[in-house]
């Protein structure tokens, strides 16, 4: 969609809306800023077809000219005030850099408002492989791009909403059963590029002569997807007893781009851009078919029921849901060839939850839901059931529950003491191929029960300090999967102080810890006995921020936090793959190769403060460094090899000052400067992403409430 | 931690428990700390905060409660539809007499909504959300006192320059949030794109939300949700098995690094990844035994380099497939 146009869609919306209440008593309120940045990226990532760390989130076009600059209406306020205060119609819209911005346009009038919102956004990915097979260091040079090696890999979101709400009492005609109607709808638009990766396996996809070192390919495929939706919802409150709110939504996703197939030389098959001929000679018409990351058409279709009983003191409220996944559109080539017939998940959702105050000091607060999914899958198939090796989710019902008893010995604080619960069935089903996982080797359970019991607090004693937590254990009595925990301890807290002299400041501290582990998945070897997929993890981190004033004209401002993140887990490895045992002419054994420890640690600082040199002028000054390290220790060749390739040692440093005049009452401008820093200390050189930006501003914005009598 | 003894256990030993001592020393030695520090400064208590009417109070007019009160929360003028302070502040006679902040009273969240009744249904879960649990009043976010959003103090323009206004209040509070958005791999939220009540409701009873966590993910990820014929279980449970969608250390917001995460749940046949048939580590044999009874030979490049070409490499079709039962595509 041209931006432009955009843009001048907007303000025609805003105009065709406001120009007829300026007859009202209305006042003009707001603000315009205009914008400049210059930008001076620097390092091998200044090119326009190469994506910088930056680049992930901010994107920034022409970066490979002289100088790349964006300008803009960074912030636009635009709106009409009634004498009471509040805002007839506003427009605002921000935008901080190139693919990135977003506009709102609200109005409010008696029985009904509306809201209009426009987003647009582009994020990029970084290119890891982009040297032919074989060429180059032996860790990086591992993907082909059978179709360009100069493709930026990136999505465009470009959305636009509207809500519509009407209240019948706003016309004069209050009714319970039609306290509210609400229309909305949404269309989003997605596009770009992105990388399909993929391993081509077996000899007969390899084609004659097919090397090894061949088989790792990628290409270049289109992103052109449309996400429609509308929805209705309404709220009503007969006779005063309960407050109850319908909605109805149907979504349908479409993705336009054409889908890539193994193929047999046709045009958008893989085959057709084979630059090696490695897929010369390929015979086989039904693998032919196979496509390449396909992405399923699907509409949605979601209905909801919430009902809140006016209890008095008594808070309750439950609902129920449910929402149908169903594939529309197009179908696979291969699900046509093997009359496979349109897909579909269904999700149920049934839940209540209230509090109940037992005495002034006392309360009881529990919850329970039920949730369920139900995939359609005519399991049958043989495009399914010929291949099909691991357990067939066909079910999957939960059960989540919850009881807290809460005393407020005093105004500000409150303890409580509570039970959380969780129930999982998965209907599990295997043998449905011959080369089916058998369920002594499968790493999924039927079942996961957990318990949790806990403590938390939160006091308000004085309102200079706050502290709040909670501390609990979970118990696992079965779980599903070998991350699931089945014994953990965690604690979370915060802390706020307020001091208001000597120097006023403001401090306030969290943390949350979190122990645990689990060891019941267990892969039973059919000689070599069981082994079992032990699993460990500890969690923290903490932060510290502090603000003070220790002048009136100067703000000083710190934070430091610190993330970790430590598992241990028992790598398996097996003589042969799961689904070739048991037969008795193999063996399948379990053996434990290695025990990774794995560690990841980030630390950020930010340090800076603002001072108010004159009435007009202002100064800033901060910066922010983080720094990210991870590391793969323990025994055994897999950990040492994850080591070898797979450290992490980076730091993002940014530093910002700048400069605040107001000229005029109506009038400021503002000047500021930008450094950012990705530094990359990699081990493998063709992996190094090290990248750094100058960004310079300069900005005028236009005081409107000011212009105005 | 660090059990040993049965046959196919691992003994994790590690982290030790002195590691673990140490930790908790630090934990419980913070805490302390800042409770010496709260206690040991000269503080002007403020007193809990009142929001029960004050008996034989008589209303004065908001004139005179603005001889006192210049500024409200830095507010010159409140706007006028919130002008009338003893509205929600009741009579204000006995605490104009006095100034004893005891004799007025504050809001609480059911003076809020007795008017704010447009868009009812947003607050349905109020009464037992996580925010009211947590004694979060409505005015702890929503500044009664102006017509404006609140501002993003400065010191988080600099890491987080871009973020919305909404998403600076929640970061106020949820401060592990706000240092993850500044992760190398994290949710545009920094940036301006997304906004935290892009997927959160600050009013909500996050405990019974309707469907899973995947449903709200498919708002934006539709691609990702299939239907699909062969799937990943702890995909269609979990997104968040995998993923910390406020950031993380690594690419696509995954939790721990490629291929850790995959191979904490999943063995590896040798005859794919390791020794024998197609690449694998030249000169090693099939495994037969346990670490560290029987420890691997020495590491080679082909086994590496599968641990680098990052398992969705290959097994590029993670979250589901329409043609291939080990996720390859």
Redesign the interface.
Same mark, same amino acid.
């Given at each position: 969609m041209n931006t432009y146009v955009t843009r001048a869609a907007i303000l025609a919306g805003y105009v065709l809306i406001a120009t007829p209440l300026l007859a009202d008593d209305l006042t003009p309120r707001g603000d315009v800023t205009v914008g400049i940045q210059l930008y001076r990226p620097e390092g091998p990532f200044e090119r326009d077809d190469t994506a910088s760390?930056f680049d992930k989130?901010?994107y920034l076009k022409n970066k490979g000219t002289d100088l790349p600059f964006f300008v803009d209406l960074t912030h636009l306020d635009l709106g009409l005030v009634r004498?009471?205060?509040?805002y007839a119609v506003r427009l605002q819209r921000?935008s901080?850099?190139w693919s990135?911005d977003?506009a709102e346009l609200e109005g409010g009038w008696p029985g009904v408002?509306l809201l209009a919102d426009y987003?647009r956004?582009r994020?990029d990915?970084?290119r890891l492989?982009s040297s032919p097979t074989g060429v180059g260091s032996?860790?990086?040079s591992?993907?082909n791009d059978d179709t360009s090696a100069d493709d930026r890999f990136f999505v465009r979101r470009t959305s636009a909403g509207l809500a519509v709400?009407v209240?019948p009492a706003g016309f004069d005609h209050p009714s319970d059963l039609l306290?509210?109607l609400e229309f909305s709808s949404r269309y989003e638009h997605r596009s770009g590029q992105r990388q $399909?990766?993929?391993?081509l396996?077996g000899s007969q996809e390899r084609g004659a002569g097919g090397l090894?070192t061949s088989r790792?390919r990628a290409f270049t495929r289109d992103i052109d997807?449309d996400?429609t939706s509308i929805g209705t919802?309404i709220?009503s409150?007969p006779w005063d007893l309960l407050?109850s709110?319908i909605e109805l939504e149907f979504?349908s996703?479409r993705?336009r781009a054409p889908t890539t197939t193994l193929g047999a030389g046709e045009p958008g098959s893989i085959s057709a851009f084979d630059p090696v001929g490695i897929l010369a000679g390929f015979q086989d018409p039904l693998k032919s078919l196979?496509?390449?990351?396909?992405?399923?058409d699907?509409d949605?279709l979601y209905a909801?029921l919430?009902v809140?009983p006016h209890l008095g003191p008594v808070?309750?409220?439950g609902?129920a849901?449910v929402?149908r996944?169903?594939?529309a559109g197009s179908r696979?080539p291969?699900?046509i060839a093997f009359g496979?017939d349109d897909? #579909?998940?269904t999700?149920y959702?049934i839940?209540?939850?209230?509090?109940f105050p037992l005495t002034d000091q006392l309360a009881l607060?529990g919850?329970a839901?039920f949730?369920k999914?139900r995939?359609a899958?005519d399991s049958g198939n043989i495009?399914?059931s010929k291949?099909?090796?691991?357990?067939?989710?066909e079910q999957?019902r939960?059960v989540?529950n919850?009881l807290?008893l809460?005393a407020t010995p005093?105004?500000?604080t $409150?303890l409580?003491l509570g039970y959380r619960g969780r129930f999982?069935r998965?209907d599990l089903e295997f043998q449905k191929s011959t080369?089916s996982v058998a369920p002594e080797f499968t790493?999924?359970g039927e079942d996961t029960t957990i318990h949790t019991g806990y403590l938390g607090w939160?006091l308000?004693?004085?309102?200079?300090?706050q502290l709040?937590g909670e501390a609990g254990y979970e118990n696992g009595t079965e779980i599903?999967?070998?991350?699931e925990l089945e014994r953990a301890y965690y604690?979370k807290?915060?802390?706020s102080?307020v001091?208001?002299?000597?120097v006023p400041m403001t401090?306030?501290?969290?943390?949350?810890?979190l $122990?645990g582990?689990s060891?019941e998945i267990e892969?039973l070897g059919e000689s070599a006995?069981?082994?079992?997929?032990?699993?460990?993890v500890?969690r923290?981190?903490?932060?510290v921020?502090l603000?003070a004033v220790p002048k009136e004209s100067l703000?000083v401002?710190? #934070?430091f936090?610190q993330?970790r993140?430590?598992?241990?887990?028992?790598?398996?490895?097996?003589?042969?793959?799961?689904f070739?045992g048991p037969v008795p002419a193999s063996i399948l054994n379990?053996?434990?190769?290695?025990?990774?420890?794995?560690e990841?640690d980030?630390l950020?600082v930010?340090l800076?403060?603002?001072y108010q040199i004159s009435k007009t002028l202002e100064a800033?000054l901060?910066?922010?460094v983080?720094r990210?390290r991870?590391d793969?220790?323990?025994?055994?060749?897999?950990a040492?090899?994850?080591d070898?390739?797979?450290q992490?040692r980076?730091q993002?440093t940014?530093?910002?000052c700048g400069l605040s005049y107001r000229a005029t009452r109506q009038v400021r401008l503002d000047l500021g400067y930008?450094f950012d820093r990705f530094h990359d200390d990699v081990r493998l050189e063709a992996l190094d992403f090290s990248t750094r930006e100058h960004t310079l501003s300069v900005s005028v914005t236009m005081d409107l409430d000011a212009l105005t009598p | 931690?660090g059990?040993s003894g049965e046959?196919? =256990?691992?003994?994790?030993n590690? %982290?030790t428990a002195s590691k &673990?001592t140490r930790?908790a020393t630090l934990?419980v030695g913070?805490?302390v700390a800042?409770l010496v520090?709260?206690v040991s400064?000269?503080? *002007?208590? %403020?007193?809990?905060?009142?929001t029960a009417d004050v008996a034989n109070a008589e209303p004065i007019g908001a004139p005179v409660c603005a001889a006192c009160h210049e500024q409200v929360h830095g507010q010159e003028s409140p706007?006028?539809?919130h002008a009338d302070c003893e509205s929600c502040h009741g009579p204000g006679s006995l605490h104009a007499a006095s100034g004893d902040t005891q004799l007025i009273r504050f809001p609480g969240n059911d003076d809020c909504l007795a008017c704010h009744t !447009?868009?009812?249904?947003e607050h349905?879960?109020w009464? *037992?959300s996580e925010h009211a649990?947590?004694?979060l009043y409505c005015s702890d976010c929503h500044n009664p006192h102006s017509?404006e959003e609140s501002e993003l103090?400065?010191?988080?323009?600099?890491?987080l320059?871009?973020i =919305?206004l909404e998403s600076a209040l929640c970061v106020e509070?949820h401060?592990?949030v706000?240092?993850?958005l500044? /992760?190398?791999s994290?949710h545009?939220v920094?940036?301006?794109?997304l906004g935290c009540t892009s997927c959160h409701n600050a009013h909500e =009873?996050r405990?019974?939300s309707?469907?899973?966590r995947n449903?709200r993910c498919?708002t934006c990820h539709? =691609?990702y949700?299939?239907?699909?014929?062969?799937?990943h279980?702890?995909v269609? !449970?979990d997104c968040m098995?995998c993923h910390n969608p406020h950031g993380a250390?690594?690419?696509n917001l995954l939790?721990?690094?490629?291929?850790?995460i995959c %191979?904490?749940?999943? +063995? %590896?046949?040798?005859?794919?990844h390791?020794t024998t048939g +197609? +690449?694998g580590?030249p000169g090693?044999s099939?495994?037969?035994?346990? @670490?560290?009874t029987?420890?691997?030979?020495?590491?080679g *490049?082909q086994?590496?380099?599968a /641990?680098? &070409?990052r398992c969705?490499?290959?097994h590029?079709?993670v979250h589901g497939? @329409? *043609?291939? !039962?080990?996720l &390859?595509?």
């Open positions: 760390f989130y901010r004498d009471d205060g509040t921000w901080p850099g990135n977003r408002s987003r956004y994020s990915e970084l492989f032996a860790f990086a591992v993907f709400r209240r306290k509210e $399909d990766r993929y391993v396996s090894n790792f997807q996400v919802r709220v409150t407050t709110a979504e996703f993705e196979r496509a390449f990351n396909y992405v399923p699907t949605r909801s919430r809140r808070q309750f409220h609902g849901s929402t996944l169903k594939q696979a291969e699900q496979l897909n #579909s998940v999700t959702s839940y209540g939850a209230g509090e607060n919850y839901k949730w999914r995939n899958l495009l399914f291949d099909q090796t691991d357990a067939f989710l999957l939960e989540k919850g807290e809460r005093m105004a500000g $409150d409580t999982v998965r080369r790493i999924i939160n308000r004693l004085v309102r200079s300090l709040s599903g999967y070998p991350r604690a807290a915060r802390v102080y001091l208001p002299r000597p401090l306030t501290a969290s943390g949350r810890f $122990d582990e060891d892969l006995g069981a082994r079992r997929k032990q699993f460990e500890r923290w981190n903490y932060d921020t603000t703000v401002f710190g #934070s936090t993330h993140n430590e598992e241990r887990f028992a790598h398996l490895r097996s003589n042969i793959r799961r070739e379990f053996f434990i190769d290695s025990v990774p420890q794995y990841s980030v950020s930010t800076g403060g603002s800033s901060a910066t922010t983080t990210t991870v793969i220790a323990g025994g055994g060749g897999a040492r090899a994850l070898e390739v797979n992490i980076n993002i940014s530093i910002e930008r | 931690m059990r046959k196919g =256990d691992v003994t994790m590690s %982290l &673990r930790i934990c913070s805490f800042a520090a709260c400064v000269v503080w *002007t208590p %403020l007193g809990p905060r009142r706007a006028p539809f !447009e868009g009812v249904a349905m879960e009464g *037992t649990r947590a004694g017509g103090r400065p010191f988080e323009q600099v890491a320059p871009r =919305d509070c401060r592990d706000a240092s993850r500044k /992760f190398p994290h545009p920094a940036e301006g794109a =009873d405990r019974v309707f469907g899973d449903e498919a539709q =691609d949700m299939g239907p699909w014929v062969f799937e279980p702890p269609v !449970e098995t250390v690594t690419e939790e721990t690094i490629q291929p850790v %191979l904490s749940c999943h +063995s %590896l046949p040798d005859s794919r390791h +197609s +690449s580590i090693q099939t495994i037969s035994g346990d @670490y560290p029987a420890p691997g030979t020495t590491i *490049t086994e590496a380099r /641990f680098l &070409r969705t490499d290959c590029s079709a497939s @329409y *043609t291939d !039962e080990h &390859r595509h």
